[in-house]
């Protein structure tokens, strides 16, 4: 048995960091108990024959101050501004994202130009009522064929579902204050400053990833006096008389009892619930396991020959291919390749746990990636001499409609422990931004320290969120 801690955090992501970090600096010391060999979470760097490889890429970008002093303090000099370019490529062809007009226009030429806007005409004259799912927003928004060229392709591919099945919540969210008015309008340079709420023109960024802020947080939560234990994974929630009293976890070959005062749980809720002993509630069971992940599969190529794209990423709204988006990342920092000509590209293949992607080889997914690059016909030279693949489970949580009401049930059962608390994307099932998970992490670690806060305040902002 480990001694007993005040704090206890499982997940050694943004947000369970993040509230170790604000505990430390009040002195108070955590343990944090992170089931992968490597703290970071979604957001860890995985180093690779000198290469460095992001799981999907992340940009540090908040209008939080607070979490800007954070990142800024761990790293210093070492926390880059870098100018960001991402664009669509659809039919052979690249489309600026933001839209600018010129380059749509030429690209779509006329006839198709023509049916964007009658299409656009119709859904103001004729719109869906009530707006259930994305089709309906997104069609509302911008008109039927900008929804399928710009899309439904894309949007399909990293949900796995049709569009009139994934929630309008979900696109209300991402896509909040923009339409195609206020597009065009940014591309005009028209629009209030010159900019859509949504779009970040740079951002900022670790010389060597994501993972290396983390590291620094990690490295500063243990000189607090704070313990991160890897490889270690929570099996248990112990409970009593509305209290969490405990964790058992099993690591380094065996399992280990963990007496703690406050929980922090960045695990997914799902299996937060599961893991509740005595055991949850069927209700609340049944709740957990209708919702439902998407995962993530990330086919990292090294190639003998330098790449001439520009691009941070590239959405492939390419249904000839199985790949989603393509990551280059020496663009977001030169630092990320060794430096000697080489260079990488990442396919990235949203699937679910157990599918067919998913189950496929290493081999099989390295030389599917290599032919869906050739099919792409894009300007990088597939001169391929090495590759590896990282499986990313649960990236997504799926806004499937009616995950708020299984939500609901969860979250109002969960109401009755004060000492645990949920934060991060796994652990409040939503699809934040980085640092909105930091953010639930310090309010959380705030609540305890007995302010008044609550962690599921924490929302998406319209402003920079990407369409």
Known sequence: MLKSHQAVVIGAGPAGLAAAHLLGNAGIPSLILEKDGKVGGLSKTVAFRGFHFDIGGHRFFTKNPDVQALWEQALGSEFLVRPRLSRIFYRGKFFHYPLRIGNALVGMGPYQSLRIASSWLMARLLPVTPEVSFADLVSNRFGRVLFEIFFQAYTEKVWGIPCTQLSAAWAAQRIRNLSLSRTLLNAMDCGKGGKVASLIENFHYPRLGPGQMYEALAGQVKRQGGEVRNRHQVVEIHHAQAKVTGLKTWGAGESLEVPVSHCFSSMPITELVQSMRPRAPDAVLDAGR???????????????KSTHLPDNWIYLQAPEVRAGRLQLYQNWSPFMVPGDGRSSVTLEYFCFEGDDLWSMQDKSLI??????????????????????VMRCAKAYPLYEDGHNRHLAVIKDWLKQFPNLDCIGRYGQFRYNNMDHSIMTGFLAARRMLGEDVNPWSVNAEAEYIEA
Do not use: K
Request: proline residues 5%; aromatic residues 8%.
């Open 290 to 304: 209708s919702l439902r992940y998407r995962s993530l599969l990330t086919v990292n190529l090294l190639l003998n």
């Open 367 to 388: 030389a599917l990636a290599t032919e869906d690059l050739t099919r792409l016909a894009l300007p990088v030279v597939p001169e391929v001499f090495d590759g590896f």
